[in-house]
């Protein structure tokens, strides 16, 4: 069958201002930081700007401002007049969407299409659903007059960089806490163009702080003595050195870490709808997810239809320019991790798994990965075990539903999981069991601000997200299981 063909349709960049240089975002101003660092644009490896590395003393300005912030205004303030900020951000967000969108995709190398429609509308949704919370917090079950932390420290990744600063800010600001924030080192941009919109907002100076830069910068905040939680999401390994950190300090710590959710397709499954719902969580947003269904377990019965389906369906998979709005798989984030990604890749193949790719060309320029699938991988496999983030699917097979929880649950995460099958029995069968945070029945990598999302195991503590997220805000709330 002939491949369709698409003109392309890039996306204008008109639309957004990228400074020269940033600044970091103190007590409602941008202050120059010493040093800079640079951000490039994965999908060619050009520099897009330089960005500020925060000092300790940065972050020491950063929490003062918003210590002042909370006991002077923040905490003064009537919920509904909070709420309104939330609303007022939201309503920016939205009207700024493009900007947004443009600007995403060119710092983190995502499909213009998936920042335009998945990331910004969701990230300005869990400001609408978080201001409506504000002056409810007292008839949500957390007690009468349910309190903050105080000051709250947030350290997050470059997957969705912006997304995860909405899932961040949105609920510490509805629940009356400031903020110091810090994005991850390759993608800044977004959090900057955020720390603008504050500004366009009217926020009182010091709620919102935004402070760049590397790894020591996150230390800086989770060792900081006047910060009362912190709330981090990225890998497990740093997960585990904040846990230990926190552990002797009184903080409250929210972790939401990384994982390797299955994906169970019973022979009952309706093949095609499943062969979509494969696709969709591996290859989204390039596999740099960490509920991503990078372990798909087909029962043995359907094993082959389900393979030659699936191949096929992946050489439909447009890769390149994430600025074409035909663009399916963008450019992976950075070098580092395509060499990760490169690493783990080689040793499935070293440890006998059957590697298979669509016939794709890459652009030269940037860091690419095509879309790829190992068949034939095992439970002692690296490829099964550790987390690939990256468009790489381990391919697995089981005999029988009890053998299928088994090697799902097989694992030291537990963030997400796919169950494949028209029956509800199965479904409600298969999901009592496995241990995941969150299960999707035929359908995988569906968000929503008003549902819990977070792990088991060393996917992390707590969640984030509906009723359960706010909890983790209040200090009278209860850790959100
Ligand atoms: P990472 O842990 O390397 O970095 C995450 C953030 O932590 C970055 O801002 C980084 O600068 C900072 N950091 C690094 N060292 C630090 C330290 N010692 N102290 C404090 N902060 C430090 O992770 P990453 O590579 O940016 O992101 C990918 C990981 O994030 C994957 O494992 C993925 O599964 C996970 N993730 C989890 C979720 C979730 O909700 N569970 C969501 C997105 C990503």
Redesign the pocket.
Known sequence: MSIFEYAPAPESQAVVTIEPEYGLFINGKFINGKRHFPTVNPANGKKLSSISQASVADVNKAVIAARTAYVKVWSKMAPAERAKYLYRIARIMQERAREFAVLETLDNGKPIRESRDVDVPLAAAHFFYHAGWADKLQYAGFGENPKPHGVVGQ??????PLL?LA?KVAPALATGNTVVL?????TSLTALLFAQVCQQAGLPAGVVNIVT??????????NHPDIDKIA????????K??AR?VAVSGKSVT?????KGANIVFEDAAIDEAVEGIVNGIFFNQG?????GSRLLIQEGIHDEVIEKLKHRMSQIRVGDPMDKNTDLGAINSGE?LSKIKELAASGVAEGAEIWSPNCALPDKGFWFAPTIFSGVTQAHRIARE?I?GPVLSILTFRTPAEAIEKANNTPFG?SAGIWSEKGSRILWASKHLQAGVIWANTFNKFDPTSP???YKE??WGR?GGRHGLSAYLASGKAGK
């Open positions: 350290i997050i990744p470059w997957n969705f995860m899932w810090k994005p991850a080192e390759s830069g590397d790894g020591a910068v996150g230390a800086a905040i989770v981090f999401t990225g890998s497990t390994e740093v997960g050195i904040i950190s972790l939401e870490l990384g994982g740099h997810v960490c509920c991503a991790q987390e983030f963030l999302f977070g792990g996917s992390g984030e």
